[in-house]
């Protein structure tokens, strides 16, 4: 992902409109990238502190929440990608079972069984 990318992202992960596939990309990069890890910080700091502002809540550690939703956002991450490799597990199984099946068959059938 390039910096002009992920600044394009920073909005929509804000606003939590982030596509899955590119909240993936998006993490990485702003964990690699200290210009653009800035830039969301920037924005976080603005878009957050105004909806406490509005709210009249709030912690006022907005950096610390930054922090806490990046945290939750890879969590969630983690997540897709073990029920993706749990799927691409499960998938798997159930084809080489009926490849196990269907060569039992087709030897029955060749010894003349049912």
């Known amino acids: 992902m390039t910096c002009r990318e992920a600044q394009r992202l920073v909005t929509p992960y804000i606003?939590?409109?982030i596509s899955?596939?590119?909240l993936a990309e998006f993490l990485k990069h702003i964990d690699s990238c200290e210009e653009c890890?800035?830039?969301l910080e920037?924005?976080?700091m603005v878009d957050v502190g105004i909806r406490q502002l509005?709210?009249?809540t709030g912690t006022y550690n907005i950096k610390g929440a930054l922090e806490a939703a990046l945290e939750i956002s890879r969590?969630?991450?983690r997540l897709l990608?073990?029920?993706?490799?749990a799927r691409y597990?499960?998938?798997t199984l159930c084809f080489w079972a009926v490849a196990v099946l269907l060569f039992m068959q087709a030897r029955m059938w060749i010894q003349g069984g049912i």
């Open 54 to 56: 509005d709210e009249g």
């Open 81 to 85: 990608h073990m029920i993706q490799t």
């Open 75 to 77: 969590q969630h991450v």
């Open 15 to 17: 606003n939590k409109e």
């Open 37 to 39: 890890r800035e830039e």
């Open 89 to 91: 597990a499960v998938n």
């Open 20 to 22: 899955d596939d590119d």
């Open 42 to 44: 920037i924005y976080f």
